[in-house]
């Protein structure tokens, strides 16, 4: 079973679910996240003609990024190819589209050619020319569909006709694109009542892409918690799903929707770095910034049943496989992916996996390509980065360990504290010192611990939760007595 469930409370969440497994989290954060597909009024910042770009203000706290070739053409006297600066000018306001969300590196990526997506129809209103899905490829359907569509175009207008529109009647297809057109009037309006950059649109864009993908794969119910969530999304299925209206279904349940469905705890174990296996294998996920490391492991799965190794290492194999594209559509992981998988022997059974991990890649809209295996038996892997990763959307980075994700061993961290005492001791004469440590260190200081104890000079302690596992804090270092006052004073404030 697949469904769509939604919530509008502190903005819009949508969890796609297939027989109990969430499949992709989408969310539009009242917050300002700048999401792929979103519409902006921006302003051209900074044109660079070195490298054929501009950087965009679109009132996000971050330039957007603009390239030339997602400029709109112009006249450029015969030249292949026009410079950036004739494009586009410094100052100038812009209508523009996210194609590819920024991430904690780098900035959004924008075009100016702008794509509004339905479900039969991508409606390009500023780009003249009808094209037809390759999937298409019945000739009489695809000169009955140029027939349907050609004469509602005019001029400076166009559309790429999806593969959903195959056998969809003239009417359908001219309601659609009435209603996309309306909503790149509603943009035009916003856009010339704005005065500074910002978002154009609104919370129902997401809303309906969600609505939209889904269909195309199969849905059997949107299930919606909130009321106003409810109104939108039926208004968006009578406009352009009117014969899956019957899919949705307002939630009633006394719990929360997402708890009902164990959609919290599953986002909790899409963050994780070990993803289990059905049969006993495990992967690892490893993130970098070049790349996304996976590695398979048979875990506690030994085959049974008197398997040779080769069929149980290959079961293993096959069931990553399905897992992995799972995880890379959940985890929005995009670039360069390196696979390790168990070892195989047999090229018949290596070619089996490569075969699995394809064909599960082609369910997933974001296009991904399987590059093979090299000598040392690692599948490569490319996913387009199209979204910020879902561990770049709902955590950041720990100012604890800054990115590092570990923390120095504890006697490592006391050998350095020592060090740096015994450095004081000897540029400052110190006889004693008064440290803060962190609730891990803590235990392993005694208190007015000396030189019996191999420490440089007297310490104090006191303990400070709010430090990292492996920091401490020298306050004070000088003479005995004053660093005993100190020590008391802050036992008697606490």
Known sequence: MRQLAMSGKG?????YLADGQ?????????????????????????????????FVDIGCGQNAYLYVDDTLPVTSGG????????????????????????SELKAPKISLKISLQGRYLVYLPLEEGLSLSRKIDEPKERQRLEQIISPLFGSKEGAIVRTEAAGV??????????????????VCQQAEAKKSPGRLGSDLD???????????????????????????????????????????RKYTGKEPLF????????????????????????????????????????????????????????????????EIA?????????????????????????????????????????????????????VELTRKRVRASLAERLT???????????????????????????????????????VELSARLFPLVDDGAAAENNWPLRVFKREEPRLAPDSYRITYAGSAAEAKRLSENNRNMT
Request: glycine share 8%; charged share 30%.
């Open 396 to 434: 950041e980075p720990c100012a604890a360990c800054e990115g590092r994700g570990r923390v120095l061993r504890a006697d490592e961290s006391i050998h350095r504290l020592q060090n740096e005492l015994a450095a004081l001791a000897r540029s400052q004469q110190a006889e004693a010192a008064v």
């Open 326 to 378: 799972r995880q890379l559509r959940l985890r929005d992981i995009g670039g360069i992916i390196i696979v390790d998988f168990i070892d195989m022997k047999e090229p018949a059974n290596k070619e089996k996996v490569l075969a699995m991990l394809k064909k599960e890649l082609a369910r997933d809209r974001v296009p991904a390509t399987v590059h093979g295996m090299t000598a040392l038996g690692l």
């Open 22 to 54: 969430l499949i992709e989290w989408r969310t539009q954060e009242t917050g300002g996240h700048v999401s792929a597909g979103d519409l902006y009024y921006g302003r051209i910042a900074d044109v660079k003609p070195g490298i054929q770009s501009a």
């Open 79 to 102: 030249k292949d190819k026009a410079s950036i600066s004739e494009r586009v000018q410094a100052g100038q306001y812009v209508i523009c589209q996210v194609i590819k969300e920024g």
């Open 169 to 186: 009647d003239g009417e359908d297809l001219a309601r659609e694109l009435a209603y996309l057109r309306k909503r790149w009037e509603g």
């Open 259 to 322: 708890d009902a469905l164990g959609v919290e705890a599953k986002l909790k174990r899409a963050l994780q770095r070990e993803v289990p296996l059905a049969n006993g294998g495990y992967l690892v996920i490893d993130r970098t910034e070049a790349m996304t490391v996976i590695d398979v492991n048979t875990g506690s799965f030994t085959g049974g049943g008197g398997q040779q190794r080769e069929q149980a290492v290959t079961a293993t194999n096959l069931e990553a496989a399905k």
């Open 11 to 15: 903005g819009v969440r949508i969890a």
């Open 206 to 248: 997401v809303v309906e892409a969600a609505l939209r993908e889904a269909l195309a794969e199969g849905l059997d119910e949107v299930v919606v918690e909130d009321a106003a969530t409810y109104q939108q999304v039926k208004a968006a299925l009578a406009v352009f799903a009117s014969d899956a209206q019957n899919l949705l």
